[in-house]
């Protein structure tokens, strides 16, 4: 769960393909290596690499993503005590164009590296934790946003602050609503162009198949609608996390893989007037219907995370159906075609995930694998 970038209908498949000063930015494509690569390389090689080289190659065995102009974009999760360093990694985002990136709480020194780079829009999350205090006093908003925000206005481009990380529907839900407000005054009394909104996953929905039946759990209306109504006073975006695989991963029988990795043309689910040929389109139009019955019509959505893992899961999770889903994601997004409810609507969508992070809080289950690096 945006990114000069490169162009998903041509693919250049030469592992040894350099480009010249000839080569147009939207023919090259952008290689993802295996992990036998990473092992190979020490990270400052594997940086310096593509920096040197600015070697961007495709190979259909590996998970691979193509940046897409101001479409695409990569989540950087920072859980991790073996990841290169901040500037190392925005120096490889610029190498490979990404443009947009998705952070998910205000790390000093991810935020001072890129000073100076405002061709990167960030998106910057109130961490979960901190919601409790935050929504129970105003004057602490402005306490969290002087000291994590404030000091990056002038020289970092952020361009939305996501309040809580699939917090909605749950225990610590009602603490989004109120934080939100008081951000969104905050931001416009500052004349800032700085989007506050959440992200949700799709347990929100209790219905979601054909996506016309698409509807809300009873929490996710006590929850979950007020601050959908909050966003549409202004359109600002509702950022949703959508995973095909895991609804593929519960029914492979009768799910087809095809179907859930965007690599049929066929129609496989007919709904009415509307037919489906890819499962992240059901599942993107059934959130679309349920706002719809709660009265939020033609807000955005902002794919913040999507992927498939390349491991974890045998036969589920190996690197070319990783590979298969994330292009076809890709091209999907380029395409600007939108989804049969929402058609030659474009989106933007951010990749999960840049890194894979060793120290995420125990009980979080490491597995499957979605890095990309």
Not at 67 to 94: H, M, Q, W
Not at 145 to 166: Q, S, W
Not at 177 to 187: D, E, G, H, K, N
Not at 261 to 278: E, H, M, R
Request: aromatic share 12%.
């Amino acid at each position: 769960m945006q990114p000069i970038f490169c162009n998903v209908t041509k693919q250049i498949k030469k592992q040894n393909f350099v480009p010249s000063s000839s080569t147009s930015k939207y023919d090259l494509l952008l290689y993802f290596a295996d992990k036998s690569f990473i092992m190979v390389y020490s990270s400052k090689k594997l940086f310096l690499f593509f920096l040197s080289c600015i070697m961007l190659t495709f190979n259909y065995n590996t998970s691979g993503f193509v940046a897409a102009a101001n479409s695409i974009g990569l989540n950087y999760g920072l859980l991790g005590d073996n990841f290169p360093t901040p500037s190392n990694v925005l120096n490889l985002y610029k190498s490979i164009g990404i443009t947009k990136i998705r952070i998910f709480d205000p790390k000093t020194e991810v935020l001072n590296a890129l000073r100076g780079h405002r061709n990167i829009e960030v998106t910057v999350g109130v961490r979960d934790q901190d919601l409790g205090a935050l929504s129970a006093n105003e004057e602490a908003v402005k306490g969290w946003f002087a000291t994590n925000i404030e000091p990056y206005l002038a020289d970092v481009n952020i361009a939305f602050i996501t309040v809580g990380n699939e917090v909605i529907p749950g225990p610590i839900g009602p603490q989004v609503l109120p934080v939100m407000q008081s951000l969104t005054i905050l931001v416009k009394s500052m004349n800032l162009p700085i989007s506050i909104s959440t992200v949700v996953a799709m347990s929100n929905l209790e219905q979601s198949y054909p996506p016309s039946a698409g509807e809300f759990t009873s929490q996710a209306r006590e929850q979950l609608v007020p601050v959908l109504k909050l966003l549409s006073q202004t359109s600002t975006p509702i950022l949703v996390n959508i995973y095909p695989y895991f609804p593929y991963a519960s029914d492979p029988t009768n799910i087809p893989l095809d179907y859930a990795t965007f690599n049929t043309k066929a129609t496989v689910v007919q709904d009415g007037p509307l037919g489906y040929s890819n499962m992240f389109d059901a599942i993107f139009d059934a959130f679309v219907w349920a706002m719809e019955k709660e009265g939020v019509k033609d807000l955005p959505m902002v794919v913040s995370e999507t992927g498939w893992p390349s491991a974890g899961n045998g036969n589920l999770t190996t690197p070319d159906i990783a590979g298969t889903y994330n292009r076809n994601f890709v091209k999907h997004i380029v395409s600007g075609k939108g989804t049969p409810k929402r058609p030659n609507n474009g989106m933007d969508g951010f990749l999960f995930a840049t890194f894979n992070e060793n120290q995420k809080p125990a009980g979080t289950d490491m597995k499957p694998i979605y890095k990309l690096f």
